[in-house]
């Protein structure tokens, strides 16, 4: 239900109109004097024409505008306040004010202790996983990414309804060492490997209903897509996510051809040269959130990468700050016992061959 507001006075569509049929800069609204620019009645003629259509917002647009009180490239209008009620309300509040989320005990079958921060990490994936958001772990590289994904995996497992399994993309060089990791902390998870040459003889769409979590590859993304499209996963892991970081890669492309009812992201780092690949991964964790390619990099990315523009980076902040957890070892509240970095440079000498 949209309304209009010069100053701070709400006006009907009718009497929008009227002021705007009168052409002139300086109007009187009950009792004030409001200055009307031209180019912004347009925009809200344009604005309101369009919204007309449509009684409909989507919940990502619902949220963009909560986040960036920004109506968006099309109109340039300024969103003043966003109001919603039950769920919707909920969520809002929760993303915007970060409020204290409800923790999730750790389950029962994970073999391990949580620190403190593994444990909000936790809580933190099972809030976005409730609403079906998807959640880039951005935590240092040493933090523990891998168990609470883990830790996650065995929730999700004792909360659905109807048995779905999940997907984990990981670069070749770490399928062994997940492997050994799920068996460690998730002895009960039932893991089906389908990665090598061995890989032929398994009937995914078929033996993946079996299990619990399917570990894969980056190389297969493309190679197999045909096969791993075929199947409605319950959630979508990539680890080591800049792997998807150019979005016209083929092996991106197919991640996000991935059907799945939710997405997450591991990487420790979700920029590393350029903002485009920040889109990628976002593209792949919540479609169409950061808009289209070009409208990012006209809107976002070139104001800041180019001119350093601080209200596009407050802007892009606002956007992805809910769906972005990050914590760094140099945080003492993050690991308190861990001990200072310390940086001894060796040198050795080279014969001349």
């Known amino acids: 239900d949209w309304q209009l507001a010069l100053g701070d006075e709400p006006l ?49 647009e619902a949220l963009q505008l909560t986040l960036t009180q920004d109506a968006g490239a099309t109109s340039g209008l300024r969103v003043t306040e966003v109001v919603a009620d039950g769920w919707l309300n909920d969520l809002m509040k929760s993303l915007t004010n970060g409020a204290q989320l409800r923790p999730v005990p750790v389950p029962s079958d994970f073999h391990g202790e949580l620190r403190h921060y593994q444990a909000a990490g936790l809580a933190w994936l099972a809030f976005l996983r409730q609403w079906g958001l998807g959640a880039c772990l951005a935590d240092d590289m040493g933090l523990g990414k891998t168990i609470q994904i883990i830790a996650l995996l065995l929730h999700a497992r004792s909360t659905q309804v109807d048995h779905k399994p999940a ?55 493309h190679r197999d897509e045909k096969v791993l499209t075929a199947i409605d996963w319950r959630e979508v892991i990539l680890d080591e996510a800049q792997n998807i970081k150019n979005p016209g890669a083929k092996q991106a492309q197919a991640a996000r051809r991935l059907k799945a009812g939710w997405h997450v992201a591991l990487t420790g780092t979700p920029v590393e040269n350029r903002l485009m690949e920040l889109w990628s991964i976002f593209q792949f964790l919540n479609p169409g959130y950061l808009g289209s390619q070009s409208d990012f990099l006209d809107r976002l990315a070139r104001p800041i990468e180019r001119a350093g523009d601080e209200a596009a980076t407050r802007r892009l902040k606002s956007l992805v700050g809910p769906f972005i957890l990050r914590r760094v070892k140099t945080d003492p509240a993050v690991i308190s016992d861990l001990p200072d970095k310390n940086e001894m440079k060796v040198y050795c000498s080279l014969t001349k061959e």
């Open 12 to 60: 009907m569509p009718e009497e929008f109109e009227k002021l705007a049929a009168l052409k002139v800069p300086l109007v009187q609204i009950r009792g004030q004097w409001v200055e009307l620019h031209p180019d912004q009645i347009e925009q809200a003629i344009k604005f309101w024409e369009k919204r007309k259509k449509s009684g409909e917002v989507s919940l990502q």
């Open 167 to 221: 997907l984990l993309i990981c670069p070749t060089s770490v399928v062994g060492n997940w492997q050994r990791e799920l068996t460690r902390f998730a002895p009960d998870l039932r893991v089906l490997v389908y990665h090598g040459a061995g890989r032929k003889a398994i009937d995914l769409k078929t033996q993946a209903l079996d299990h619990d979590v399917a570990l894969s590859s980056y190389a297969l993304l």
